[in-house]
């Protein structure tokens, strides 16, 4: 089983950068892909940002492609999310979430292959 906690939330303006990590419990957090998703209010919840267990691999929404950086430490057990460039429209709870490594190719952007998720981090971008 693996716990996650999200962290590095907060209010920005718009241009600004921030940093979130989700750092995870569990002995076999190398066995998982991790991803990045984000819901705004009356919204449904969609995919930001993925990389594969290794961290070989990444894969981003067309949204955040070339301002968002997902990375991942297994040492550390935590994966970060680099937000640069932000945008009003990036405001939104942001969850950390943890995906068997197997289902990774094919099946990154899609939550209902995720089976742990984090309680989420307020991300506010002011205009």
């Known amino acids: 089983q693996v716990q996650l906690v999200e962290s590095g939330g907060g209010l920005v303006q718009a241009g600004d950068s921030l940093r979130l990590s989700c750092a995870a419990s569990g002995r076999t957090f190398s066995s998982y892909a991790m991803g990045w998703f984000r819901q705004a209010p009356g919204k449904e919840r969609e995919f930001v940002a993925a990389?594969?267990?290794?961290?070989?691999?990444?894969d981003y929404a067309d949204s955040v492609k070339g301002r968002f950086t997902i990375s991942r430490d297994n040492a550390k057990k935590t994966v970060n999310l680099q937000m640069n460039s932000l945008k009003p429209e990036d405001t939104a709870v942001y969850y950390c979430a943890a995906q068997l490594w197997t289902l990774y190719s094919g099946n990154y952007y899609r939550k209902d292959k995720y089976v742990y998720w984090g309680q989420g981090t307020q991300v506010t971008v002011s205009s």
């Open positions: 990389v594969s267990f290794s961290g070989d691999s990444t």
